[in-house]
């Protein structure tokens, strides 16, 4: 895994890579933040971002390309029109899981390229494997815009190949250097 210098560019150029003082969704702070929107409102961004995913799970013959709601629709379609098969999307059920719902279905076996967008604890990609799973797919290979863990999180057997990894510190509210230094804080 490394730093892709022309997936950073994109999330630069787009606006979606931001500096300042951050409370993530985690409730720790960080001095970036990559707001994945600023990239998908851009299509030749996010053709290029996808391009990249592509080219990750292209040797596994996934022959569906499935992500999670939100963002991951996007992806799904993108990434699935870039290898020439379908994309589809699972969205969150009534027991806190997710599914494929509007009539997507699997066949048993099928193999499945599953994308995301930032991967930070990797829960909505676990979510979308397990889906994949229950419907009767395979997950072959798994890949996102960027990885921001540094490599710490896993999806089992399942190779996890990103377009990026971006390295971005983040700290316990409690001991925050910017808060200290009085940095005002956006709340993501």
Same mark, same amino acid.
């Given at each position: 895994? !490394?730093?892709?210098?022309?997936?950073?560019?994109?999330?630069? !150029?787009?606006?979606?890579?931001?500096? &300042?003082?951050?409370?993530? $969704?985690?409730?720790?702070?960080?001095?970036?933040? #990559?707001?994945?929107?600023?990239? #998908?409102?851009?299509?030749?961004?996010?053709?290029?971002?996808?391009?990249?995913?592509?080219?990750?799970?292209?040797?596994? !013959?996934?022959?569906?390309?499935?992500? +999670?709601?939100?963002?991951?629709?996007?992806?799904?379609?993108?990434?699935?029109?870039?290898?020439?098969?379908?994309?589809?999307?699972?969205?969150?059920?009534?027991?806190?899981?997710?599914? *494929?719902?509007? &009539?997507?279905? #699997?066949? +048993?076996?099928?193999?499945?390229?599953?994308?995301?967008?930032?991967? $930070?604890?990797? &829960?909505?990609?676990?979510? $979308?494997?397990?889906?994949?799973?229950?419907?009767?797919?395979e997950p072959v290979c798994v890949s996102a815009i960027a990885d921001r863990t540094g490599g710490k999180?896993?999806?089992?057997?399942?190779? *996890?190949?990103?377009?990026?990894?971006?390295?971005?510190?983040?700290?316990?509210?409690?001991?925050?250097?910017?808060?200290?230094?009085?940095?005002?804080?956006?709340?993501?």
């Amino acid at each position: 895994m !490394a730093v892709d210098p022309e997936v950073v560019g994109a999330l630069k !150029a787009s606006g979606a890579y931001l500096e &300042g003082h951050f409370q993530l $969704t985690s409730g720790r702070h960080s001095g970036q933040y #990559l707001e994945k929107f600023n990239l #998908l409102q851009w299509p030749q961004y996010t053709e290029l971002v996808c391009k990249k995913m592509a080219e990750h799970g292209r040797p596994f !013959a996934p022959t569906t390309v499935a992500g +999670p709601t939100t963002g991951g629709v996007l992806l799904a379609y993108e990434v699935a029109r870039q290898l020439g098969v379908r994309g589809i999307f699972c969205e969150t059920d009534a027991h806190g899981g997710r599914s *494929f719902q509007r &009539g997507f279905k #699997l066949q +048993p076996g099928e193999k499945v390229l599953v994308v995301d967008d930032i991967v $930070t604890t990797g &829960g909505s990609l676990i979510d $979308t494997i397990d889906a994949v799973i229950k419907a009767g797919g395979e997950p072959v290979c798994v890949s996102a815009i960027a990885d921001r863990t540094g490599g710490k999180v896993t999806f089992g057997d399942v190779p *996890f190949l990103p377009a990026t990894e971006v390295v971005m510190e983040s700290y316990p509210a409690d001991d925050c250097p910017l808060c200290k230094q009085g940095v005002p804080l956006k709340v993501t």
